[in-house]
């Protein structure tokens, strides 16, 4: 199934049902979950299609050898990509609407809340230990130039 003619079958029938579903999610005919949803549709729908045309090529040429499988390929495609958006487009719908999706979404936003929270503590303390850092050297500094000034007024005639 994943080879030749219907592979290719597959990945046409797919990229161009999503590029269309792309365009309408960027120009705000669509939004994300229904993105989603299609995107789940358009990939189970080019699966349907590669099974479609080896099926039908195979039920085609056995009723009829050459015209019938192609004619079997043809139907077994529009057959699969249908059954195929049908299926992955209610899975998708089923999952997105779960209660699953949204605990989850709920989960990572306090995830990120708090990962966002210790990211500013952070910030703060590093901000703190810099000034103290600074403050010290300058002190060190003030000290070490005093010292050498003393040193050279001593030394110096």
């Known amino acids: 199934m994943l080879q030749g003619g219907s592979l290719l079958g597959g990945i046409v029938s797919g990229s ?48 009829m050898p050459g015209v019938g499988t192609v004619i079997g ?3 077994g495609a529009v057959v699969g990509n249908k059954m195929g958006q049908t299926i992955g487009t209610k899975a998708g719908s089923s999952l ?15 995830v990120t809340d708090a990962v966002s929270d210790s990211a500013a503590k952070m910030t703060e303390v590093v901000s703190e230990s810099a000034a103290k850092v600074t403050e010290a050297v300058s002190e060190t500094a003030s000290k070490v130039t005093e010292v050498v000034t003393e040193s050279t007024a001593a030394v110096s005639p």
């Not at 120009?27 to 590669?50: L, R, S, Y």
């Not at 997105?96 to 306090?110: E, F, G, L, V």
Request: charged share 15%.
């Open 16 to 63: 161009i049902t999503q590029l269309k579903d792309t365009i309408s999610l960027r120009k705000g005919q669509m939004n994300k979950k229904e993105f989603a949803v299609q995107t789940a549709g358009n990939v189970t729908g080019a699966i349907g299609v590669m099974a479609g045309i080896e099926y039908g090529a195979i039920v085609g040429t056995s009723i």
């Open 73 to 75: 390929s043809v139907i």
């Open 96 to 110: 997105m609407n779960s209660n699953i999706i949204s605990n989850i979404s709920q989960a990572a936003a306090k």
